[in-house]
């Protein structure tokens, strides 16, 4: 029972290392009931293990794979030679951040289901978005200079697609390295994607002070580092305004004190093809309890 179900909540554990039932189920469009059953079956087998969330009420829990877990996960993913059984043989040290980073994305997953025709084309995990943008220096070696929390590719329909870079930010980084993750960004970008000024960087934090801090700086490398060139756009977001306000009341902070909700901002075109399945809107057979 549950074997496809199973096997899809395995995979994207592998990909996004923590979810709760909830953010499970709105990822992968199955019934809460679905979710909550097949994971007491993957526990019993094994494979995945329970963390509290001791940041959320109610004792919230949410679950991540174990080393036995992962090796499978990793099989069906097509990654048995890169493996490392160890990485997974802990539980995940940063519970707050895997946490904050995945419900942004399911928060829009669950804002792009009464849309017709809305939603992820693609969500890459952390390790996907920094494979996009691996670099190979002078020696020969891979950098990956840019390593978003989250890559979003997110079809708005008949309209265009919009395409950001999230960077979910708990105040445990100064701001110095949150300048260098910007400079990477303004070089890299670029680059990288030809209508860049369409393309987005998404920084959510959880300290009110950071978003004014966010764009003071990235105002004085556009003036100073890349005076002239074409970049992406830099928005900021303090989480509380993002959670009470939802996705299409709250504002964020741009340049040039610009403040915009997240469906306002600039598209990039719609892709040549826009038929594959968006995350949360996949076709599921009905259980025969709900069959009529």
């Given at each position: 029972m549950y074997y496809t179900a199973k096997k899809e909540m395995m995979m994207a554990l592998y990909r996004y290392t923590l979810l709760t039932a909830?953010?499970?189920?709105?990822?992968?469009?199955?019934?809460?009931?679905?979710?909550?059953?097949?994971?007491?079956?993957?526990?019993?087998e094994g494979v995945i293990r329970s963390i509290l969330l001791p940041f959320l009420r109610n004792h919230h829990v949410g679950y991540c794979l174990s080393a036995k877990g992962a090796r499978a996960a990793a099989s069906l993913c097509g990654d048995e030679e890169t493996f490392r059984a160890k990485?997974?043989?802990?539980?995940?040290v940063q519970l707050e951040h895997y946490y904050g980073t995945n419900r942004f994305f399911t928060d829009l997953i669950h804002h792009s289901l009464p849309i017709s025709?809305?939603?992820?084309?693609?969500?890459?995990?952390?390790?996907?978005?920094?494979?996009?943008?691996?670099?190979?220096?002078?020696?020969?070696?891979?950098?990956?200079?840019?390593?978003?929390?989250?890559?979003?590719?997110?079809l708005r329909s008949g309209r265009g697609r919009l395409v950001f870079h999230l960077e979910y930010d708990t105040g445990t980084e100064n701001l110095w390295r949150l300048k260098d993750k910007l400079f990477n960004y303004g070089r890299l970008l670029p680059a990288i994607w030809p209508?860049?000024?369409?393309?987005?960087?998404?920084?959510?934090?959880?300290i009110?002070?950071?978003?004014?801090?966010?764009?003071?700086?990235?105002?004085?490398?556009?003036?100073?580092?890349?005076?002239?060139?074409?970049?992406?756009?830099?928005?900021?977001?303090?989480?509380?305004?993002?959670?009470?306000?939802?996705?299409?009341?709250?504002?964020?902070?741009?340049?040039?004190?610009?403040?915009?909700?997240?469906?306002?901002?600039?598209?990039?075109?719609?892709?040549?093809d826009t038929t594959a399945p968006i995350l949360g809107k996949q076709l599921r057979e009905s259980s025969p309890m709900y069959r009529r």
């Open positions: 909830e953010q499970g189920a709105a990822l992968l469009n199955y019934r809460i009931k679905t979710v909550y059953s097949m994971v007491a079956q993957l526990r019993a990485a997974w043989e802990d539980d995940p025709g809305d939603g992820f084309m693609e969500w890459l995990d952390p390790r996907e978005a920094a494979d996009r943008y691996v670099q190979v220096n002078a020696s020969g070696r891979k950098t990956r200079p840019v390593k978003p929390d989250g890559f979003g590719s997110y209508q860049v000024e369409a393309v987005h960087v998404l920084f959510v934090t959880k009110a002070s950071r978003p004014k801090a966010l764009l003071d700086i990235w105002e004085v490398l556009q003036k100073e580092t890349f005076s002239g060139d074409h970049l992406p756009n830099v928005w900021a977001i303090h989480e509380t305004e993002w959670k009470e306000r939802g996705v299409d009341r709250a504002l964020w902070w741009g340049s040039e004190e610009r403040r915009l909700c997240l469906m306002d901002l600039p598209l990039l075109p719609l892709p040549p």
